[in-house]
């Protein structure tokens, strides 16, 4: 039972009540018999326990059961009988007076004692014979949340008085409880030159004890039900413990507001250092204390510490990094784990502070992030102190379901709608936070790609230009006119769209006259095509939005090209030529046809000379095709440049990296047109494994058919 979130209690009135045990339970409990009473528990009563001996209730409040308390109950009828120790909860979902607790126990034969605690713990129960100690081992937390008025309940560690019970108990009234921990009252006292620190927030606030004393203020003790006291820290001891708040729950310095930490009742003697150390949003303060008498912390009591605080004892914060903080990730080139920590901007500053289960990602350069072992990236501290705006360019990993969430301070923002496969650039506006501010950057769902953070000053939110048409455009060899269709986020005033078109370094003056008058459309003009096989980059421009581009390809008009055309069935796979794709990130890599001289064949993109638009691919290279043979249920796969090597395995073993396209290596392979993600099931019978593109970089095997490494299959036949 939490004695309440805003409120001090050292007795609670309540009744408990049990659900019955199963009769399996009882059998193997020899003769332990389950019962069935009705919890209620009553209203808190609150004793004179504060420092002026004056009711602790905290300006005025009335002491409440909270919602999701937990409170632990045991039972034993001697030191001889095995104890069965239980967790009742909560059943009210908001605070009340009265509430009631569920959960079920079972007693044994006779009369027994029974035992209740808060809060509970899975740490077990222990006894020892010796001194007749019997209680629960309770964590007292060295970190603690209180709130404006009142200590952390989780912190406040209660015994019940012990009650007698026997199998016909029904109900039990009045269980009395009271705090075993002590509370100690930090009043901050400005004494500062001109009041430097009063209507500052306090952050965190921490009490220390000598170090060179036996001097613990939190750890893990023993709640002796038996005596009603606790024992000293005997394990994770600690001599510092720390409030922490949130803009919710901090407050303002004023003299009178006040930090409350519950601690392990001592005396501290005369001569004792305490150390008061806090952090405020323009503030770091610390001072050091020599008591001057000794100081009983008592159980159940508040004892009051009232720090002046003068210039000495106060630092001006360090503000963070100011903005723009810009990182595109360029320099990520392998596929491996990658700690952003070490990563710094052109001045030498660090750009982040903490990041889990981060990886490199090298097409585009970026870095993958994963959820299912909790990944996520945080910056170093940033002045917030104005309101920004964070654009991060992401997309889902293949395959993946998954939102982008951003965290600034305690305020945190997520994408209306789930990451897409292609990357695509978000805006999150904030409102101002401190100057010493970080920025947590983390996917919700599953895994995402993150290629660009940029986080500048102000909430006007940058436009965002996306080009909804294909990105490869096969031109008409006669030619003709092209339209190219786009979405414009957060448009900027008297600014248009914008588009040139470039081969190499030169303009391609073959794609002109572009048109955007039109809203949402770019038309321009692709000439006739009397020479060789010509492509061009056009690129989008609008405002200070990233660029987009699409590329246009145009075969010759004189000459007749070697055409393939995507198979889309398994009825449509027979002997003839073919041209194996596999698509990574929606970028295509081939398999290509020639020797790999003892190494799995690499994946190549596609030469500048090839179209592949559409379901349709135009003049390849000839590395590029092979032939398919024939071979009892399945088919060789052969060089159509040079029909002496095939595709195979290494006859010696079945490793996922010893697929070779070589002499002697000519296997017999099937396919199947499946719906997953990886598109076809390419299966070779010789080795039972199936054939896999290994992240853009060469071409495997594995043992089961779901390892593309999320990449996707695509067969094309000539015609």
Not at 237 to 260: K, P
Not at 581 to 598: A, K, V
Not at 622 to 628: A, K
Request: proline share 5%; charged share 15%; with cysteine.
């Amino acid at each position: 039972m939490k004695t309440l979130t805003k409120s001090w209690m050292l007795l609670a009135a309540a009744a408990l009540a049990f659900t019955s045990c199963t009769k399996d339970n009882v059998e193997e409990n020899n003769g332990l018999t389950p019962v069935q009473l009705t919890i209620q528990a009553g209203n808190p009563e609150v004793s004179s326990i504060d420092e002026q001996g004056t009711r602790t209730e905290m300006q005025g409040s009335t002491p409440m059961w909270s919602a999701n308390d937990q409170i632990g109950v045991t039972t034993t009828s001697s030191p001889d009988v095995p104890m069965v120790h239980e967790r009742f909860t909560n059943d009210n979902q908001s605070s009340t007076q009265t509430t009631t607790f569920s959960g079920s126990i079972t007693l044994p034969d006779g009369v027994a004692t029974l035992y209740a605690y808060y809060p509970y713990t899975s740490n077990g129960i222990s006894y020892i014979a010796t001194n007749e100690t019997f209680g629960a081992k309770v964590d007292l937390p060295a970190n603690q949340n209180p709130t404006v008025t009142s200590f952390d309940g989780a912190a406040d560690l209660l015994v019940a008085k012990p009650v007698e019970v026997t199998a016909n108990t029904t109900k039990i009234e009045n269980m009395q409880f009271k705090r075993v921990s002590g509370v100690v009252k930090v009043v901050l006292q400005d004494n500062t030159t001109g009041n430097a620190i009063t209507g500052q927030h306090v952050n965190t606030l921490a009490v220390t004890t000598d170090e060179t004393q036996n001097l613990p203020l939190a750890g893990r003790v023993v709640v002796d039900f038996v005596n009603g006291v606790i024992t000293a820290p005997y394990y994770g001891q600690s001599s510092t413990v720390t409030a922490h708040y949130t803009s919710a729950t901090q407050y303002a310095i004023d003299d009178t507001n006040a930090t409350y930490l519950s601690v392990y009742p001592q005396t501290l003697p005369t001569g004792t250092q305490l150390t008061v150390a806090a952090t405020t949003e323009g503030y770091t303060i610390n001072k050091v204390i020599t008591l001057g008498q000794d100081i009983e912390i008592l159980p159940g009591k508040i004892t009051t510490l009232r720090i002046g605080i003068a210039d000495e004892h106060i630092t001006a914060a360090e503000a963070g990094m100011l903005l723009p903080f810009f990182d595109d990730f360029t320099d990520l080139k392998g596929t491996s784990a990658y700690d952003p920590t070490i990563r710094e901007n052109s001045n030498g500053e660090k750009l982040y502070s903490a990041a889990e289960y981060t990886y490199q990602y090298n097409i585009p350069s970026g870095l993958r992030i994963s959820t299912s072992n909790h990944g996520y990236l945080t910056t170093v501290d940033l002045d917030l102190s104005q309101e920004f705006t964070v654009t991060i360019k992401a997309r889902a990993w293949a395959g993946d379901n998954t939102s982008l969430k951003v965290t600034a301070g305690e305020t945190s923002q997520t994408t209306e709608t789930q990451l897409t496969e292609t990357f695509e650039t978000y805006s999150f506006a904030f409102p101002a936070q401190t100057s010493k501010t970080k920025i947590r950057i983390e996917p919700e769902g599953k895994r995402m790609i993150i290629s660009e953070i940029n986080i500048v000053y102000g909430n006007t939110l940058p436009p965002v230009l996306k080009i909804t048409s294909p990105a490869t455009v096969s031109a008409d060899p006669a030619g003709e006119q092209v339209t190219v269709n786009y979405t414009i986020q957060n448009p900027v005033e008297g600014e248009t769209i914008a588009a040139t078109a470039t081969s190499g370094d030169a303009p391609a003056e073959w794609i002109h006259s572009f048109d955007t008058t039109t809203d949402g459309e770019v038309t321009f003009t692709v000439d006739p095509n009397d020479g060789d096989v010509r492509s061009a980059t056009v690129t989008f421009t609008y405002a200070t939005a990233p660029a987009q581009t699409i590329t246009v390809s145009q075969l010759s008009s004189t000459s007749t090209a070697i055409t393939f055309i995507e198979v889309t069935t398994t009825e449509e796979i027979t002997e003839g030529e073919y041209i194996l794709i596999g698509e990574f990130d929606g970028e295509p890599y081939y398999l290509p046809n020639t020797g790999s001289l003892g190494n799995p064949p690499v994946s190549l993109t596609l030469p500048s000379t090839t179209i592949l638009s559409g379901n349709t691919i135009s003049n390849p290279s000839t590395d590029m095709t092979w032939t398919f043979t024939k071979n009892g249920e399945g088919f060789n796969i052969i060089s159509t440049a040079d029909s002496t090597i095939g595709l195979g395995m290494n006859p010696n073993g079945g490793k996922n990296n010893f697929l070779r396209v070589e002499a002697n290596y000519i296997d017999i392979w099937t396919f199947v047109k499946v719906s997953e993600k990886w598109n076809w099931e390419i299966f070779d019978t010789n080795q039972s494994r199936y054939l896999s593109g290994f992240k853009a970089t060469n071409w495997r095997t594995y043992t089961t058919n779901s390892l593309n490494q999320n990449g996707t299959f695509r067969l094309f036949k000539r015609q």
